[in-house]
């Protein structure tokens, strides 16, 4: 048995590739509406904690602390085995969205607050001495310029939620990770495992390249 | 909304340092008044009091014709008809220089997008800078992004203008050029702020003088009061310090 029959069995590979691709398509669908919904929690949060009354920041200070604390595979297990306890009974999808989009909220939330807070006090005060309600400040002003400053970090977290959806294949869900060890014990060879490696290396390297890219360019102009 | 501005007893503390005693002033509608007097003195902490860019003590009243500036509803309103021109220019870096002057109109005096355009094109060329409308501000230079950033504030018809050092930051060739359209704002009715240092302009435009040092007013007077008469030891020698150059 040499290496390339153990890891790279092609006839295997080929077998396991329309499987492989199916996990795919399910990591992709955990990962886009994970983040999807993680920019709208973290924006919100980023919001309440900058800018709302004084007890609803601590509340969003210490949801975005413990989200942050607890270990994802940890927060996922409660939801998908504890909450039925209770009677929340979310299905593996809703179970792996929640976890991976509470989580990412709390992420966002810090990089739009570093955003928000990075733009001068100056684009705030001439806003305001315009006339500007907070609102428009907010939509036409401070947002579209915290938003150029935080795509590098929000690129960043995207990759780690795509990264962090191998975690569904605890909770049974069939993404690529649990289909490649399926097609594993089914072949008895761990040539899938590799292809899923390879799957998920070629998905993502473009998007880390990507924030290389964006880091340089915005780093070298500036206003 | 008239545009005279009414300063009563106005007392501005940054934690156990007072900025501004017990301040007391008068500007009359349409009056164009100079504030000069050393660094630190509260110059530039009075004018943000006008339109509450900083807060002050409750004692202390501010009106500005006759309407309260205060926290609440009414206080965008009252910046709404307050233009402000800062050191830093503090133009909005991501919009053409175009959208920076049509903004304001639009969204809070709900001007269409066509409306907005032809005052902003007729505010630029006031200024002399219509050929720059597309060009963000980042590529213009200090002289022509202060005129921008005066074309906003005028863009809302502010009653009262208000100029914090809008001079100081820029490279000494420029001077001239913002001191220029200021100077072709004065007498057209809007009641005008200006701290400055250019004593030039003061003595050349302002129909009154506020000299003030430690955070309080040392004295005011017409220009030639006030540059040629002064009566307080200090102003004399703060002007002496300055125009001896």
Known sequence: MNIFNTFFNVPILIRTFPLLMSGLWITVQIGVVSIVAGLVLGMVLALVRLYAAPWLQIIAKIYINFMRSIPLLVLLIIIYYALPFVGIRLSPFLSAVSALSLVSGAYTAEIFR???????????????????????????????????????????????VIKDTALASVVAMPDLLKQATQAQALAANPSPLIGAAIIYVAFLWPLVAAVSRLERSYGKEDH | MGSNIQITNLRKQFG????????????????????????????????????????????????????????????????????????????????????????????VRHATPAQAEARARELLARVGIEGQAEKYPGKLSGGQQQRVAIARALAMDPKVMLFDEPTSALDPEMVGEVLDVMKSLAGTGVTMVVVTHEMGFARQVADRVVFMDGGRIIETGTPTQIFDHPHEERTRNFLGAVLNH
């Open chain 1, 114 to 160: 570093a955003g928000i807070e990075a733009i001068p006090k100056g684009q705030f005060e001439a806003s305001a001495a315009l006339g500007l309600g907070y609102r428009h400040m907010m939509v036409d002003v401070i947002l579209p310029q915290a938003i150029r400053i935080v795509i590098p970090p929000l690129t960043n977290n995207c990759i780690n």
């Open chain 2, 16 to 107: 156990s340092f007072t900025a501004l005693h017990e301040l007391n002033l008068e500007i009359a509608e349409g009056e164009v008044v100079c504030v000069i007097g050393p660094s630190g003195s509260g110059k530039s902490t009075l004018i943000r009091c006008i339109n509450l860019l900083e807060p002050f003590e409750p004692q202390s009243k501010i009106h500005v014709g006759g309407v309260p500036v205060e926290a609440g509803r009414n206080l965008e309103k009252v910046r709404a008809d307050v233009g402000m021109v800062f050191q830093s220019f503090n133009l909005f870096p991501h919009l053409t220089v175009l959208r920076n002057v049509m903004l304001a109109p639009m969204r």
